[in-house]
């Protein structure tokens, strides 16, 4: 049996036979507030790993269609504009290779799996990382895990063994994996209702005012970058209602240590709220933290900076801790991670900055 659940990273990608002998294989709406823009350029910057020679020959080829009609490479998408990418072959399924990847089990029993995911492994197969994922160390590891499924940018669909919820690539931590299909429906549940206590740790620039915090504004794809996302109002039609909570655990001048408690559960929320603020995570190359944003200007601190970035090559960001309710017994459970090396290395760098501050 196949489950559904929102996923943070995919989208809605079609995958129905449209005409005779062509086959879907991207479908995207284009958002209300999306400026006009040559239909070559938009899908290039939609779609990962392609280039406008092939998008452009494909459009003369008849394979890119817009509400329902092939047009040319120079044609300007306008909000709600429907884009369809056919080709003459089906969408192949992904097959989940089973690969004998160490990974680090906290906990397990008949029901659950809790894994400490390391820093750099992708959670699941996707374009261009389709080996050496969690995913693919789960399928060596377990037989008939409940499955959920997901679509793909070049691929209609992928199921993904066991998995429940997923964190970033680069960020590290706590993640739950479904061994049951009872399991899986009422963990799933759980991150529905909110219900579940997920709790990060993040450095972020800057030296925040209050030691504690509540940052709510919808999260959603940027409307000129869609490997990125933003900030919108809350009162407003774009992004998803989203809520994250933090507290102040150490400071250092010029950067801060907070923990973070999810109210809800978006695509790059935390890094994306503490941008939002002025605060963007520390070597967050995505959002703008992986400059020096505060500090002095000498040779002495550039150094100190380029270090730590070179300890902790990726946002510092850590899933910590997880509360869940267990899907069998009924009992709380909760469990804690260790922050990673890369991470705490940086962090001593910054005690021991902040305490003789000897590079002012």
């Not at 991207?26 to 958002?31: A, F, G, S």
């Not at 005012?209 to 000129?224: H, Y």
Request: with cysteine; net charge neutral; hydrophobic share 35%.
């Amino acid at each position: 049996m196949n489950y559904s659940f929102e996923d943070e990273e995919s989208e809605d990608l079609g995958g129905d036979e449209i005409i005779k002998d062509l086959y879907e294989h991207h479908n995207i709406k284009v958002d209300k507030g999306q400026e006009m823009m040559r239909i070559d350029k938009f899908i290039n910057i939609r779609i990962p790993n392609t280039t406008r020679t092939k998008i452009q020959n494909s459009c003369d080829a008849g394979s890119i269609l817009v509400n329902g009609k092939a047009v040319k490479s120079n044609y300007k998408i306008k909000p709600f504009d429907e884009i369809s990418i056919v080709l003459s072959v089906p969408p192949r399924d992904v097959e989940i290779v089973p690969e004998n990847i160490p990974i680090n089990i906290v906990y397990e029993d008949d029901y659950i799996v809790i894994v400490n995911k390391e820093p750099g492994m992708v959670v699941h197969p996707g374009y261009g990382n389709y080996r050496g994922t969690l995913v693919n160390a789960l399928a060596y590891r377990f037989q008939n895990l409940p499955t959920t499924t997901t679509k793909l940018n070049n691929d209609v669909k992928m199921e993904r063994p066991g998995l429940v919820h997923r964190i970033d690539k680069n960020t590290s931590g706590i993640v739950i994996i479904a061994k049951t299909e009872m399991s899986m429906v009422k963990l799933a549940k759980e991150f529905f209702d909110r219900t579940m206590d997920r709790k990060y740790v993040a450095l972020v620039w800057g030296n925040l005012k209050e030691d504690a915090g509540t940052i709510t504004g919808n999260v959603g794809r940027n409307l000129k970058n869609r490997k990125v996302m933003d900030v919108f109002p809350i009162d407003s039609e774009l992004g998803k209602h989203a809520v994250t909570h933090y507290k102040v655990l150490e400071r250092f001048g010029y950067v801060t240590l907070v923990e973070c408690k999810l109210e809800t559960g978006r695509t790059h929320q935390i890094r994306v709220h503490f941008k939002s603020i002025g605060h963007p995570l520390f070597n967050d190359n995505e959002y703008g933290g992986d400059i020096i944003l505060k500090g002095v200007n000498s040779g002495n601190y550039k150094k100190f900076i380029q270090n730590c970035f070179e300890l902790l090559p990726r946002q510092a960001l850590h899933a910590k801790t997880l509360g869940i309710t267990h899907p069998n017994t009924g009992e709380k459970l909760f469990f804690d991670s260790e922050i990673p090396k890369d991470m705490e290395a940086v962090l001593i760098k910054w005690r021991r900055f902040s305490q003789d501050k000897t590079l002012d």
